[in-house]
Each structure stands twice: as structure tokens, then as C-alpha cells.
């Protein structure tokens, strides 16, 4: 069963810094887009950012020149690395990622557990 699971959530100032991380593990036969969602109180999951496997990348706008999305291939391994953060960046943050596996060979989008990124003072 492949499953994607985050890392490096937490509490930070404004105009702080975080890293997040999201494993993918199981039996992987391919990833395709990789991706980042974000999910405020009371709002709807939104995306944040996403990679393509050739490595373009695309933002949503209120965060354009403050996150960098990355990803590495051989640890099976997207990450958001977000600067300047501000209160309204205040989420749960999701990984997601279109996954092929070794059982039919089709890509399957398969989403992470999520994790609590605050930014307050």
C-alpha cells in the first residue's frame, strides 16, 4: 500500500521560516505531480503548489516569491520550503502526489495525513 506522510509542521513567528517534507513509501512504481494543499479553520482545502516529474513548478499567487517547492526523486521526497511566513498562512497542510504501483500500474492520487503549520506572534 503506498502512503505519503509529512514532516516539519509547527508553530512560527511572522515572518518566520518552515520546512515541510512528505515521504511517499510502498511499493512505487512511478510518481508523477507532486503537490501541496492547504486547508485553513473553516475553509476549504486550497491549492498551494505543485511539481511536475521534468520539475516545472506552479504556484497559487498569495504565495509566490515566499514558497519553493522542491522534490527529490530518489527519496521519493517533495518539500515546501516557506519564507516569510504570515498569520494568514495558518493551516493544515496536505501532500499530495499521483502514484503509480507495482499491483496495475495506473496512477492513483494518494494524499497525505496532514500537518499543523501556525504563524503567530
Known amino acids: 500500500q503506498v502512503q505519503l506522510v509529512e514532516f516539519g509542521g509547527g508553530l512560527v513567528q511572522p515572518g518566520g521560516s518552515l520546512r515541510l517534507s512528505c515521504a511517499a513509501s510502498?511499493?512505487?512504481?512511478?510518481?508523477?505531480?507532486m503537490a501541496w494543499y492547504r486547508q485553513a479553520p473553516g475553509k476549504e482545502r486550497d491549492a498551494v503548489a505543485h511539481i511536475t516529474s521534468s520539475g516545472k513548478t506552479n504556484y497559487t499567487d498569495s504565495v509566490k516569491g515566499r514558497f519553493t517547492i522542491s522534490r527529490d526523486d530518489a527519496k521519493k521526497t517533495v518539500y515546501l520550503q516557506m519564507n516569510s511566513l504570515k498569520p494568514e498562512d495558518t493551516a493544515v497542510y496536505y501532500c499530495n502526489a499521483d502514484i503509480a504501483n507495482y499491483m496495475d500500474y495506473r496512477y492513483h492520487e494518494v494524499w497525505g495525513q496532514g500537518t499543523l503549520v501556525t504563524v503567530s506572534s
Open positions: 510502498g511499493s512505487i512504481f512511478s510518481i508523477n505531480v
